[in-house]
């Protein structure tokens, strides 16, 4: 029998609140992605001690190497806790980035409005994604793919049939630019972006009754359902949610590079529930934190970059982010068993 | 008990059939504040739509449902539920790796109102998540913030019942509460709804379990091939009348009399 201080009994607690803090983080969903990221923070910090990783722009370049990955991975992982996939995040993306770039160049409509309809329009895709999941009950999986598929081809075909070609120059007015766009040295403002955003996920997901019924839909539907919670409203949502934020860092990249480019943003499809995994997202739902999905792309950013850092080639890259990824499930679930064990 | 006061929940005559086949034929049954009505069949024998119709999953295809005497029509498990009429299942009960207090208000989250933001107080869910569990006897726990899968199926059961309670369930459904529990586990969970009882709230305990079901049942309804085939009150049936009845009755005595008959076969062999 373990020994814990209960509330009850002040004299004890003092003497054992810093073992009892680190328990309670031990049995938090982000627990194994902490300790992860220290670990690969202090493995390149060390094996780039030659260059200059540890310094502002190497700490910029991580830090916008995460964030973009980062605005999308926390969505997807809040609808990973819920139980349900996004495969066409991918092609949002790539999608928002070329309708962008099409819709302000070629038929001069206003940055601002072309981002609320990019906005919108990605938002009622990821609408459709959850209905036709709801209705049909099928896979999450199977009917993203399909989404995703669909929307890539749209955009490439689209952007072929107005303009001859996929990837489309812009150029933006400096407010929009500065908003989406702007940078801090090497810093780029997307870091903002991924800060406020995985804050206001942390919101929701600790400190709501909304937060309340994505864990209940992801951890048992039919717990969730007969205690009322509107699944089909949390699902659908959250789809929303996905969309919109690949749709986001589509309108990041399209002003950034000064261009819209419709095969933008395929890599995604896979690393940003990697992140989320790595973070302590339970793949079948029901368990996870937006903190860990934090550290998750905080350990994808610096190894992305600490690799290329260390003169290596950036194959290994792959290598390692595939290493971590078993590392951290297996990680992952020792401290969720240790989160379900007897106190 | 008071007899002219209608009674909490009645079902007249309820049928139910899915696609042709007939779930439940023309059942009747009620259930009085403070009463345990036990409700026994086998496996396919309709308890599952007889509770499917209670919570509101289900509409009966012909039949009344009244709830203290006026005739109701559940259209959803919302509408059950504000009727006073919660349904524990025995797997669905709770979420284990959620917290004891995000449990025990899911669907009902405390809210605390912050400028524009209601947000979910944690607190308070904590708080009275632990008190009403250490009401029924659940002192274990001691941290709101402990996953529910941290805990025994016992006391999950405790958790959810308690849950139900608190949100001002007259009539509880309990779906098997006792089926996947080892012998102490069960004792827990019957004394709990000996508990619920003395507060004056009337329960459907579900269950295949003929042990259970008297040490805590006042009345007793017995489902066979969707009709009750037997109806009565505490100290009406023996156990092994009961058990008889359950385990199918006219079969289960031909087959125990061509036991007894190679019993006697041997024992006369012995003798001899």
Redesign the interface.
């Known amino acids: 029998m373990t020994e814990v201080s209960a509330s009850s009994e002040p004299w004890r607690k003092r003497g054992r609140a810093p073992t009892r803090r680190l328990r309670r983080l031990l049995r938090r969903p982000e627990a194994g992605a902490l300790f992860a990221a220290i670990a690969v923070y202090l493995f390149f910090a060390w094996a780039t001690r030659e260059t200059n990783f540890v310094s502002l722009n190497g700490t910029a370049a991580w830090l916008n190497s995460a964030a973009e990955l980062g605005i999308i991975s926390v969505a997807v992982g809040l609808l990973l806790i819920a139980g349900e996939f996004d495969l066409s995040i991918g092609s949002i993306l790539g999608a928002s980035s070329i309708a962008l770039a099409i819709g302000t160049r070629l038929f001069h409509i206003d940055i601002w409005i072309m981002v609320a309809l990019v906005l919108a329009g990605s938002a009622l895709i990821g609408f459709l994604n959850g209905l036709i999941v709801e209705r049909t009950r099928l896979p999450s999986f199977i009917v993203t793919l399909a989404t995703l598929l669909g929307v890539s081809g749209a955009g490439l075909g689209f952007s072929r049939l107005l303009t001859n070609t996929t990837t489309v120059s812009m150029t933006t007015p400096p407010l929009a630019q500065a908003v989406f766009a702007g940078r801090l040295g090497q810093a780029n403002i997307a870091i903002l972006w991924w800060i406020l955003i995985t804050a206001a996920a942390a919101l929701v997901l600790g400190k709501t009754a909304f937060g309340n019924w994505i864990y209940a839909t992801g951890g048992n539907l039919e717990a969730a359902r007969t205690s009322g919670v509107p699944t089909a409203r949390v699902k659908i949502a959250l789809f929303v949610a996905t969309a919109v934020a690949s749709s986001l860092v589509g309108v990041i990249q399209a002003i950034e590079f000064h261009s819209g480019n419709a095969s933008n943003g395929q890599g995604y499809v896979f690393q940003a529930p990697i992140v989320a995994v790595i973070g302590g997202v339970l793949l079948g739902g029901g368990y996870g934190s937006a903190a860990g999905i934090f550290l998750g792309c905080v350990i994808y950013g610096v190894i992305s970059v600490g690799v290329f850092y260390t003169g290596w080639n950036t194959d290994w890259i792959q290598l390692f982010l595939g290493g971590l990824l078993l590392a951290a499930v297996m990680a992952n679930s020792y401290f969720r068993h240790l989160a379900l064990s007897a106190r | 008990m008071l007899m002219d006061t209608p009674p909490l929940v009645e079902m007249r005559e309820i049928s139910k059939n899915f696609a042709g086949v007939q779930a439940l034929r023309e059942v009747s049954c009620s259930i009085r504040a403070g009463e345990i009505l036990a409700l026994l069949g086998d496996n396919g024998a309709g308890k599952s739509t007889l509770i499917k119709i209670l919570?509101g999953v289900h509409l009966p295809s012909s039949g009344e449902l009244l709830v203290e005497g006026q005739p109701v029509r559940f259209v959803s498990?919302?509408d059950a539920?504000a009727a006073g009429i919660a349904?524990v299942?025995q797997d669905?009960?709770?979420?284990?790796?959620?917290s004891v207090g995000?449990n025990f208000?899911?669907?009902?989250?405390p809210?605390k109102r912050f400028g524009p933001?209601?947000?979910?107080d944690?607190e308070f869910a904590n708080r009275v998540a632990l008190e009403q569990i250490r009401g029924f006897g659940i002192t274990r726990v001691?941290?709101g913030?402990?996953?529910v899968?941290?805990m025994s199926g016992g006391e999950r059961q405790v958790l959810a019942i308690a849950k139900a309670m608190y949100f001002g369930a007259k009539v509880l459904i309990l779906d098997e509460p006792t089926s996947a529990l080892g012998v102490k586990e069960a004792a827990k969970v019957l004394i709990l709804v000996k508990e619920a009882q003395k507060r004056g709230i009337g329960i459907v305990f579900i269950t295949h379990n003929v042990r259970h079901a008297m040490a805590v049942g006042n009345r007793f309804v017995v489902l066979i091939h969707g009709a009750v085939a037997d109806s009565f009150a505490r100290d009406e049936r023996t156990y092994s009348q009961l058990l008889n009845l359950m385990a199918g009755g006219e079969q289960m005595e031909a087959l125990e009399a061509q036991l007894a008959g190679i019993d006697n076969e041997m024992s006369s062999a012995h003798a001899a």
């Open positions: 919570s498990p919302r539920r349904t299942h669905l009960a709770t979420i284990p790796l959620m995000r208000f899911l669907g009902a989250e809210c933001f209601k947000l979910f944690s001691r941290d913030d402990q996953l899968g941290t």
